[in-house]
């Protein structure tokens, strides 16, 4: 249930209040503890999520990603190379 927020003409106090959408529509405004005057829901604010941007790789990752991948490589030559026969 959505928290609705009211502040009061009068004396300027702020509360908040748990409605349904179908009981806020019906109650714009209520009654104020200090009974001179009557409260107005205060507007809602909110805020848009934005997608997280892909933070760059560092010096540090790249090489070792390189490094790692060069291992691999070398690591597949060299089973190609002792699986071969060589003429002396």
């Not at 928290?3 to 702020?14: H, I, L, M």
């Not at 748990?18 to 209520?30: C, G, H, V």
């Not at 070792?64 to 071969?84: G, T």
């Amino acid at each position: 249930m959505p928290k609705y927020t009211y502040r009061c003409v009068g004396c300027e106090r702020e509360w908040q209040v748990n409605f349904s959408l179908e009981e806020a529509k019906q109650n714009p405004w209520l009654p104020c503890k200090c009974k001179t005057s009557v409260a107005n829901r205060v507007p809602q604010s909110f805020s848009v999520r934005e997608k997280k941007k892909e933070t760059p790789k560092q010096v540090g990752d790249i090489t070792e990603s390189f490094i790692e991948e060069a291992r691999e490589e070398l690591d597949q030559q060299k089973k190609e190379a002792s699986s071969k026969e060589y003429k002396v």
